[in-house]
C-alpha cells in the first residue's frame, strides 16, 4: 500500500513559482510512472507531468518550459516546480504513483490547491 501526501500549493502572483512535493509512503517495484495532474473547476482532470522509474520525462504542452519535474530518492518526494505561473494553471494539483504492469496499484493523493491570480 502507497500513500501519498501533497504539500506546497497556495496563493502566487502571475509570474510568480511554486513548488509542489509529494510524500510517499511505501513504493511500488518498477515499472511504474509518478506523475503529477490538475483539475480546474469544471474541467477534466488532466496529466501536467509524467517521470518514469528509469528517470524519463514528458510534459503537456502549455507546462512545457515553465513545469519540472523530479524525484528525490533520498527523501522518497515527488517534486514539481513551477515557474512564470499563469492564471490558467489555478487548479488542485494530485500526485499520482503507477503500477505499469498491475492496474490494482494506481495511487493518489488529495490534491493541493494552486491559485494563480494577482
Known amino acids: 500500500q502507497v500513500q501519498l501526501v501533497e504539500s506546497g500549493g497556495g496563493l502566487v502572483q502571475p509570474g510568480g513559482s511554486l513548488r509542489l512535493s509529494c510524500a510517499a509512503s511505501g513504493s511500488i517495484s518498477s515499472p511504474k510512472t509518478m506523475a503529477w495532474y490538475r483539475q480546474a473547476p469544471g474541467k477534466e482532470r488532466e496529466l501536467v507531468a509524467v517521470?518514469?522509474?528509469?528517470?524519463?520525462?514528458d510534459y503537456a504542452d502549455s507546462v512545457k518550459g515553465r513545469f519540472t519535474i523530479s524525484r528525490d530518492n533520498v527523501k522518497n518526494t515527488l517534486n514539481l516546480q513551477m515557474n512564470s505561473l499563469k492564471p490558467e494553471d489555478t487548479a488542485i494539483y494530485y500526485c499520482?504513483?503507477?503500477?505499469?504492469?498491475?492496474?490494482?496499484?494506481?495511487?493518489w493523493g488529495q490534491g493541493t490547491q494552486v491559485t494563480v491570480s494577482s
Open positions: 499520482n504513483f503507477k503500477s505499469l504492469f498491475d492496474p490494482s496499484k494506481n495511487y
Open positions: 517521470r518514469t522509474g528509469g528517470g524519463s520525462t
